[in-house]
């Protein structure tokens, strides 16, 4: 297949079809704006014929290829697609459609210009946030009727986020193991699958690159500083780069042995690592590691006075370990500074306690082995010498003369030579003064005692008076044990008006009651007539009396009331003064009655009828 103009010979191309009898050819490598002479060559063994020529413009007939989506860039509701563009690098018709998950397809159709800039198309779809798609493609060629096949799905997951990584270290000799491990993201996240890719900058080792799917990592590492970067990545992005900073085992204040480090240095599988120390905490940016050099040489570089610091590895790889991590001097010197904020405190008559701040590192030229404290007394010649190590802050003064001036002098000092000292004078306290602090102490608490007690006291006597003058009034109860069948035959309560008759026969057999009156009777004696009123009951019920002789003493317990009954039974106490009216005689008794669960009680009986109404 060539151009068909004799002087154009700039396409020409030819295909194999083996031994078919047909071939599929790639739309890609066409040209379809110019003619074309297309033929067939055909071999068989040493001879070769041809076709004839056919000249043709190869305009609808041309179709695509499926798009490959490979670049995935989403941003909150935006989400840019990227494929590459045709060979012919001329414009196309495309269509895209999407749908949210278990959901129907969405479908938009746009043109592509014709160019030949990067060699990508491009288009932006707008979404909804937090909400995962799937995507496809399809193309074709504006001057053809024929789609390509749509392109694979692409999963459309959200942006993926920082993860929070948490680190674990376990010590093991002169190594460490460091487990990371963070949260998986969500499933919006994920969707489509997430990797994460992290870098190790490891002293004395090259830098190492790994992609994981895990959600954990672990490292063995020296005592050194460890730097680990990570980044998240899923479909439609990456985060931002996370560096974590391991740092190293905590720096010793001094640690020097120097035939320890001489006999180490002769091993031939070591890294020496060393870094300025000025302030003694922190680790510089830059740091200097070696394979071949001594502690001898490094020092050759170093500054003077200023404190360096070293480690010392040895082994491969994953046996790698340190086996020294030391401070180290190039040349030492004294201290050019006292020792800082130098106080005495709790002064008593004889004692202080004195206290500093230790000589900030780049001010100690050296190893600081001692701070040394001189303490005179006023008036005397002779001074108190004492010493104490160079990681100490306070110093406690004993056996000292009441009411006495002092002076204090605190000076550091290295193997060269002492440095600059700090003076204080401070005056010791009068015992009479101290046993007078210790007697008003000893006052408040005693007071504090005896306001408590009185308190205690009080509020008990309050208790017991008002007991006494505000009595607590008890209220009737009634038993539910001595109601029988109570919740048998419940009925409901209506207002009941009976009328109450007490007659007292005078009996000469029976027992006298005491009354100033010529005839008297007993409270046995007296007949009880009960005319009950009903306003449902007839004319007959209503004149009805009911007969009680013989009532219930009132040293024995009753069970009233009793709903059983169908009089009202009366509980009278002694009997009082019985008068003479006529033939008939009344006694004045304090009755108490009980009607359907109702209670009564009825004092003064004047008349031959009483009215009880509840």
């Known amino acids: ?61 041309v179709k695509y290829s499926s798009p490959n989506i490979q670049r995935r860039i989403r941003s909150a509701e935006k989400l840019i697609l990227s494929w590459p563009r045709v060979n012919d690098n001329k414009g196309a018709i495309h269509e895209i459609r999407w749908k949210k998950i278990n959901d129907s397809w969405q479908n938009e159709t746009f043109k592509t210009e014709d160019r030949k800039s990067n060699g990508y198309d491009s288009y932006t779809l707008q979404l909804q946030k937090h909400t995962m798609y799937k995507v496809q493609i399809r193309r074709k060629a504006k001057q053809s009727l024929l789609w390509s096949d749509w392109s694979q799905t692409s999963d459309i997951p959200i942006e993926i986020q920082q993860p929070d990584v ?20 969500p499933p919006e996240a994920s969707f489509g699958g997430v990797s994460y890719n992290l870098t190790l900058n490891l002293l004395c080792e090259r830098t190492k690159k790994k992609t994981i799917q895990k959600n954990t990592f672990t490292i063995m590492a020296t005592n050194s500083e460890v730097r680990v970067s990570i980044v998240a990545i899923n479909n439609v992005g990456s985060t931002p780069s996370l560096e974590i900073i391991i740092p190293p085992v905590e720096h010793l204040k001094y640690c020097h042995n120097d035939s320890q480090t001489q006999s180490l240095s002769k091993s031939r599988r070591y890294c020496l690592e060393w870094y300025k120390f000025e302030d003694g905490e922190t680790r510089p940016a830059k740091v200097n590691f070696s394979w071949s050099k001594t502690l001898e040489d490094i020092k050759k570089g170093m500054e003077k006075f200023v404190q360096y610091y070293y480690f010392i590895h040895t082994g491969r790889n994953q046996q790698r370990h340190t086996v020294m991590a030391c401070p180290i001097y190039s040349t030492e010197g004294a201290p050019t500074s006292p020792p800082k904020n130098v106080t005495v405190l709790n002064i008593t008559h004889d ?24 303490i005179s007394k006023e008036g005397h010649k002779d001074a108190g010498h004492y010493q104490e190590p160079g990681n100490k802050t306070s110093f406690l003064l004993r056996n000292l003369d009441p009411s006495s001036s002092y002076t204090l002098n605190i000076a550091g000092r290295t193997k060269i030579g002492m440095g600059p000292n700090c003076t204080r004078t401070f005056f010791t306290l009068n015992p009479a003064s101290t046993k007078n602090g210790l007697n008003m102490d000893k006052i408040i608490l005693i007071v504090c005692a005896v306001v408590l007690l009185f308190s205690l006291v009080l509020s008990i006597a309050i ?48 027992r006298d009651c005491p009354s100033k009156q010529k005839h008297s009777t007993s409270l046995q004696d007296c007949e009880v007539i009960v005319d009950k009123t009903d306003d449902d009951d007839d004319d007959e019920e209503d004149n009805e009396e009911t007969h009680f002789i013989g009532l219930i003493s009132s040293d024995k317990p009753n069970s009233f009331p009793n709903p059983n009954y169908k009089g009202q039974l009366l509980r009278f106490p002694e009997c009082q003064e019985i008068a003479d009216k006529g033939q008939i005689e009344s006694c004045e008794v304090s009755t108490t009655s009980y009607k359907n669960g109702l209670f009564f009680e009825n004092r003064g009986v004047d008349n031959e009828r009483i009215l009880v109404q509840s």
């Not at 790639?26 to 040493?46: A, K, Y």
């Not at 004692?351 to 082995?369: D, N």
């Open 1 to 61: 297949m060539q151009s068909s103009s004799v002087n154009d010979s700039s396409y020409a191309n030819q295909f194999n079809a083996d031994k078919l009898l047909s071939k599929l050819l790639p739309v890609e490598d066409l040209i379809t704006t110019r003619l074309l002479d297309i033929w067939v060559t055909r071999q068989v063994f040493n001879v070769t014929c041809s076709s004839p020529t056919i000249s043709v413009f190869l305009n609808n007939s």
């Open 166 to 185: 948490k680190q674990k270290i376990k010590m093991h000799g002169g190594k460490r193991k460091i487990v990371l491990k963070w949260n998986k993201p």
């Open 351 to 374: 004692s202080a306690v004195l206290q500093w701040q230790s000589i900030p590192v780049q001010e100690q030229h050296g190893f600081l082995m001692y701070y040394v404290i001189w």
């Open 463 to 510: 208790r017991k008076l008002r007991s006494k003058l505000l009595p607590v009034i008890p209220s009737p109860v009634i038993s539910a044990a001595t109601v029988p069948h109570i919740g048998q035959n419940m009925k409901t309560i209506s207002e009941e008006v009976d009328n109450v008759i007490l007659l007292c026969h005078d009996d000469q057999d029976k």
